[in-house]
């Protein structure tokens, strides 16, 4: 079975209220931080609990020490799931308004405590669950405390150290999912400093998805990264973004494609910028 799986809208109505379920509402916006609660209060699938990228899924910043969103400390992070309800044995869809950015940090986040067997990102998001006139509600679900536990994975993190030390090496292909104008280094909305890190490949996360906002088929996804690869091993694959949010959903669609999980840069490029002497590339 893939790590990386899709559930329908379909398929998760028709599971609506089943005991082992567990739906994690994702929605977040870089621009607005609180426009994800406050899009919770005003309706969400049935059942599902909020997650919050700033809050729940990263730890609070240090200013000039780490990217935009570092990794939760493990502790908080296996309290929280357990306060959703979540167990070992749980069934687990992923949401967020649509292009599946967030949702797929907290399937990362998933995967690297362990948890790989029945975690799903919605097709779609809620937008594809309003698309097809299905249920909203406003209440805030009570559940049963969970029993989850995990360890955290160190083969899939990638330190700036380390990945610092690896710049040169022939069979490194470095893929950053940011927007090309940003890549580029000819916007910057978020970080002080334009850019990329030298040696990466822009493979912005919105190409992992159709027109239709549903993530492309899998055949069409391993062209995608096959290209990107270019013959270079899978194995020294290194995915990074602004702030290690949407180098997951790359990550998603890899896997989705057959992939194996290939490791992150956490801090990304808004870490990366925080030590002046590491070196920093602009244009194509």
């Known amino acids: 079975m893939p790590l990386a ?15 082992d379920l567990v739906i994690l509402d994702c929605r977040f916006a870089l621009d607005d931080p609180g426009l994800g609660v406050r899009s919770y209060g005003q309706g969400h699938i049935p059942g599902a609990h909020f997650a919050d990228l700033e809050r729940d899924l990263s730890a609070p910043v240090r200013k000039g020490v780490t990217g935009r ?58 937008k594809a669950w309003k698309d097809a006139g299905l249920p909203l509600d406003e209440a805030i679900p009570s559940t049963q405390r969970g029993t989850f536990s995990g360890q955290p ?31 580029r280094g000819e916007v910057e909305p978020l970080d002080t400093v334009a850019g990329h890190i030298p040696g990466a490949q822009c493979a912005v996360f919105t190409d992992n998805l159709g027109s239709d906002g549903h993530f492309l088929p899998a055949d069409q996804l391993r062209q ?61």
């Open 5 to 19: 799986q899709l559930l329908t809208t379909t398929e998760l109505h028709a599971r609506l209220g089943q005991p």
């Open 224 to 284: 995608r990264f096959a290209a990107l690869l270019g013959g270079k091993p899978v194995e020294h694959l290194v995915a990074y973004c602004g702030s290690g949010v949407t180098a997951c959903h790359n990550l998603f669609a890899l896997s989705l494609a057959g992939y194996p999980l290939a490791p992150l840069y956490a801090g990304s490029w808004s870490e990366w910028i925080t030590d002046a002497t590491r070196p920093v590339a602009t244009g194509d």
């Open 153 to 183: 994975d160190p083969s899939l993190l990638l330190s700036a150290e380390q990945l610092q030390q690896r710049l040169n090496a022939p069979a490194l292909t470095l893929l950053d999912a940011r927007a090309l104008p940003r890549f």
């Open 69 to 126: 969103h570092p990794l939760p400390e493990v502790p908080l992070l296996i309290e929280k799931l357990k306060d959703w309800g979540i167990g070992a044995d749980s069934t687990i869809v992923l949401y967020d308004d649509g292009p599946g950015a967030f949702a797929a940090r907290a399937w990362w986040l998933l995967a690297w405590l362990g948890k790989r067997d029945g975690v799903f990102l919605l097709d779609g998001g809620l």
